[in-house]
């Protein structure tokens, strides 16, 4: 570059600078295109990508852990850190009001400690480096923000590494500059470039082994009903598995029976309009929540001890309204298992399972008066119960099984007045389908895929029997 050109651009530079930019309306339009700009990108992400539902708040719920919004997890780990100091630790003021305080107070005051007039970067070293110092930090501590400080076995490591990592090395670096900038005025920018520098790295090296060392426990992932029919299917899956034992998979029992120490006892029919008008969705979720503990129904909320959230109770208020309050009209729900044509074959995965989640296993697991027959997994259905070579016999009409679904009672051997298997569930009858589907598959050898079963279905010709009487036999 020759002088003169050198000269022409210095002159353009000057003009420039001494015209300088007018704050209206020049930066006002930048401004306002750049926030126009933020905003669609706010509407199109929040059309398209939107925020995961969470769980209903619940006031009254101890368990839950307080989790600031992302942008200020770097404060909550710093007073994470920060706590395990010995004696600073206790005084949580320092953390919460003071150190950010006076971080905030250096971030303002810069423009007076640093007063150079110069707008080039290689002369704004402190500033900027500064700068660089804290934000690689924050997003250091915002990374970290999910690992414990105290690992399971009570090692204080994790912890340690952390203080360093967030606190310690930003904290001298941030100090030697300062001391450079003003004490030891003749240092070179290239020291204090250097010294950013090798903090910075110090910082993500460690967060990276605090990352690498202590994995962050995978958390875990709550999904939200959030449409009518995911609701009313979640509140049937949690009926299921909480009320089926007492009140029957339709609300109908009166008489409650199969259940140790409730015996014969009368209640209400849960599905009746009785119940259902009388109640309101508040008095049903606090019947719920609370229980009827001195009735024998224990309390199902988590204030109470039980183990159901407000949001899962809510779940089960509206299947209940939507299936049995004729107030409600149901929306159109998946059937609990695919309809089975004529010659097909169920399996456990598709067909069985769903059927024993919601009729028998409320009481067929373990822990309940059921004669240790549990049906909580394909094994345990062949292989359990105090009959079991009786229980679930391939090909055999008459296992046990099939006969008490059926409303067939087990008579006692030794005793016949007496029952040795009631009638199951004891509290209500099966749809037919649902017989007959277990009725296939236990008739058909208990094939555990769906294509297990497809081996064993058979492709009606015209002349064969009608759908509901089963048209395979099993296979040697
Ligand atoms: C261990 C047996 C048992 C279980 C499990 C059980 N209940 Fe109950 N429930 C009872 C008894 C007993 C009563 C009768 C209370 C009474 O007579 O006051 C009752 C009463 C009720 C009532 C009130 C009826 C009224 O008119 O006050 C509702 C509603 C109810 N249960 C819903 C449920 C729901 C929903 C579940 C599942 C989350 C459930 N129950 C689980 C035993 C049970
Ligand atoms: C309300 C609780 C309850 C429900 C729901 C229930 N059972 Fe039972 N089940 C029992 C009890 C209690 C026994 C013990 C025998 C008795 O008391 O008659 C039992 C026993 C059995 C036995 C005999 C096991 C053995 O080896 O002696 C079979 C088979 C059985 N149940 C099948 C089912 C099936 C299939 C379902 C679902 C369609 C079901 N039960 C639902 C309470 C229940």
Not at 89 to 100: C, F, N, Q, S
Not at 263 to 277: C, F, M, Q, W
């Amino acid at each position: 570059m020759d002088n003169e050109t050198k000269q022409k651009i210095n002159k353009r530079y000057e003009r420039e600078l001494n015209r300088g930019e007018r704050f209206w309306p020049d930066s006002i339009f930048k401004d306002l295109i750049v926030s126009l700009g933020i905003f669609v990108l706010l509407i199109v992400l929040a059309t398209f990508i939107g925020v995961d539902a969470q769980p209903k708040v619940d006031p009254s719920d101890t368990t839950y852990i307080p989790r600031p919004e992302w942008y200020f997890l770097f404060l909550f780990k710093f007073l994470a850190i920060y706590g395990q100091i010995p004696l600073l630790g206790k005084i949580e003021w320092l953390a919460t009001v003071v150190v950010p305080g006076i971080a905030i107070l250096i971030l303002a005051l810069m423009p007076f400690i640093d007063r150079s007039p110069f707008r080039y970067y290689g002369k704004r070293v402190l500033p900027i480096s500064v700068m660089a110092v804290i934000v690689v930090d924050i997003v250091m501590l915002t990374i970290m923000a999910d690992v414990p400080t105290v690992t399971e076995n009570g090692s204080m490591l994790p912890g340690i590494l952390q203080a360093i990592a967030g606190m310690v090395i930003p904290l001298v670096a941030i100090i030697l500059l300062f001391l450079m900038t003003f004490v030891f005025r003749r240092t070179s920018t290239k020291t204090m470039i250097w010294t950013a520098a090798i903090s910075a790295v110090l910082t993500i090296g460690l967060t990276g082994s605090v990352l690498a060392l202590f994995p962050v426990p995978a958390a875990q992932k709550t999904t939200v009903a959030t449409t009518l029919v995911d609701q009313i299917t979640a509140g049937q899956d949690l009926y299921s598995a909480n009320c089926t034992q007492c009140h029957g998979d339709d609300g109908k029992v009166t008489k409650i029976e199969g259940v140790k120490g409730l015996e014969g006892k009368l209640i209400p029919a849960i599905h009746s309009t009785d119940v259902l008008y009388t109640l309101d969705d508040a008095a049903l979720a606090q019947v719920i929540a609370y229980g009827r503990p001195e009735a024998g129904m224990t309390p199902f909320g988590k204030t109470y001890g039980g183990q159901l959230s407000a949001s899962d109770i809510d779940n089960i208020v509206i299947f209940m309204r939507y299936t049995w309050d004729d107030r409600f009209e149901a929306p159109k729900l998946k059937p609990l298992f695919p309809p089975l044509a004529a010659g097909e074959v169920p399996s456990y995965a598709v067909h069985i399972q769903p059927i024993v989640k919601r009729y028998c296993l409320s009481c067929h697991v373990a822990g309940k008066e059921n004669n240790n027959f549990l049906m909580d997994s394909y094994d345990n259905i062949l292989h359990t119960g105090d009959h079991k070579a009786n229980d679930v016999i391939a090909g055999d009409a008459n296992s046990y099984l099939l006969q008490v679904i059926q409303g067939h009672p087990i008579p006692d051997p030794k005793d016949p007045t007496k029952t040795l298997i009631r009638a199951m569930p004891p509290n209500g009858h099966l749809p037919p389908n649902v017989i007959d589907a277990l009725m296939r598959w236990i008739m058909a050898g208990m094939p555990q895929t769906a294509a297990d079963a497809a081996k064993l279905s058979v492709t009606p010709t015209p002349a064969a029997g009608s759908a509901g009487t089963p048209s395979a036999t099993p296979t040697p």
